[in-house]
């Protein structure tokens, strides 16, 4: 049975309704029963004294990869919701990659196994991620993916992502890809600038980005499709959706933390915990894409949480595995992307409701009836990344060392506690 919960004096922002005010907020059954004055014949079978923290619905990350181990898939789940993120969407670039629906089914089982965040799949675009035939899409979606597409894996044959477009807007499938060219990008590991010149790396310069975005909103305007276009990095591709939301075209689009905080100079001397797909690109980028997140262009910011252990990272910085944990740093990473001019209903509508719209799902709210996935957190504690502050005790972030503001202190999903941060001493 789930527990009747009372938050009192707290700080309640629903970045849904832009609202931003204090007081109580009361759960019963896994929902919303009020906020602001509670029932008197309410009775709570327990009290949270939430004064100087924040209530809000939970986050979303649109961009998590769950580890195949047992062990690794749990971590993940339990770093997320100690960070406040109530809903994860995992790549289809899983071992193996999900273009099975009994694949898809398994993954869904082991989610509810674990209990804790919400994980919403999204199946693969082509057997495999070949990029050659087609997968069952409609298999897929009846199993509960919530999109379609090919992770990391380039589509390189236009005439196959033309069809599957066209199959796609058929049945009104969302299509997710990350946007570059193969040929432009092939095997670089560093964005094309002074900093790979500096070190001898293998560039992927920014057009391999804005060539294969232009081809991606031509097909998807052509086969009349809805694309999401996933972590963008530069300020050419931010201009190009921006024109594309103009014209009416139906596409959305994400960026990953460090792509909106960090730039090539965070490189460092050959610093692999900064070896990311997409790489890390120009302070131009880097204020185009936050630009971008602030006017709505980019409709919401991800994670990119990719798990990667001591032996993919302890190596030269061209062989190293991309990637890095961060999927526990989304709610500070979007109050600083923010910036302190911004009202937190601002800060977190791209963790919360633009995610939610570009999932299609109803948007998280804290209005009376709303399913209790919540985040209670202290926008005022500021932290220091590192392996003994992080719930998956990595040190493969590009964030490690850096002292960020916000940290949650209570998740619950469904009304049930699912996190809870020992107050400090």
């Known amino acids: 049975m789930v527990p009747k919960l009372l938050f009192t004096d707290a700080r309640l922002v629903d970045p849904v309704a832009g609202t931003d005010t204090r007081g109580a907020l009361a759960l019963a059954d896994g929902r919303i029963v009020a906020t602001g004055a ?6 709570p079978d327990r ?3 939430a004064a100087g923290c924040v209530l809000a619905p939970g986050l979303i990350d649109l961009c998590a990869r769950l580890p195949a181990s047992r062990r690794g898939f749990e971590t993940v789940l339990r770093a997320a919701v100690a960070g406040g993120v109530t809903r994860l ?6 071992r193996p990659a999900l273009d099975e629906p009994d694949l898809v089914e398994q993954l869904a089982h082991r989610a509810d196994s674990v209990a804790l965040a919400h994980v ?10 070949e990029g050659e035939r087609l997968a069952e899409l409609a298999a897929l979606r009846a199993a509960g993916c919530v999109a379609f597409g090919q992770a990391d894996r380039p589509l390189a044959d236009h005439a196959v992502l033309l069809r599957a477009l066209q199959y796609a807007a058929t049945f009104d499938l969302p299509v997710w890809l990350r946007a570059e060219d193969a040929a432009l990008a092939r095997h670089g590991v560093a964005h094309d600038g002074a900093v790979a010149s500096r070190l001898g790396l293998p560039p992927i310069p920014a057009v391999a980005e804005t060539v294969a975005v232009a081809t991606v909103l031509a097909l998807a305007a052509e086969a009349g499709a809805r694309v999401h276009l996933q972590r963008l990095s530069t300020a050419g591709a931010v201009e190009l959706v921006r024109a594309a939301k103009r014209a009416g075209q139906r596409v959305t689009c994400d960026v990953a933390g460090p792509n909106v905080l960090l730039s090539e100079i965070d490189v460092g001397f050959f610093d692999t915990r900064a070896r990311l797909v997409p790489p890390l690109r120009t302070l131009r980028d880097r204020d185009a894409l936050a630009a971008g997140l602030a006017d709505g262009t980019i409709d919401a910011l991800c994670s990119d949480h990719t798990p990667v252990d001591d032996d993919g990272k302890l190596l030269p910085f061209a062989e190293a595995t991309p990637g890095a ?4 740093l989304l709610l500070p990473l979007a109050l600083r992307a923010a910036g302190r001019g911004a009202g937190l209903a601002q800060a977190l ?8 719209r570009v999932l299609g799902h109803a948007a998280p709210s804290l209005a009376p009836g709303a399913v209790a996935d919540l985040v209670l957190f202290d926008p005022e504690d500021w932290w220091t990344v590192g392996p003994d502050t992080l719930a998956d005790g990595s040190a493969h972030t590009p964030f490690a060392g850096i002292e960020l503001a916000g940290r949650s202190r209570l998740t619950t999903i469904g009304g049930r506690v699912v996190f809870e941060r020992p107050p400090p001493r």
């Open 38 to 43: 509670v029932p008197a014949d309410f009775t």
């Open 47 to 49: 009290i949270v004294d």
């Open 89 to 94: 969407v995992c790549p289809p670039d899983t």
């Open 120 to 129: 919403d799949p999204v199946g693969a675009l082509t057997r495999r991620l």
């Open 325 to 328: 944990s961060a999927i526990e």
């Open 349 to 356: 509508r791209p963790v919360v409701a633009g995610p939610a």
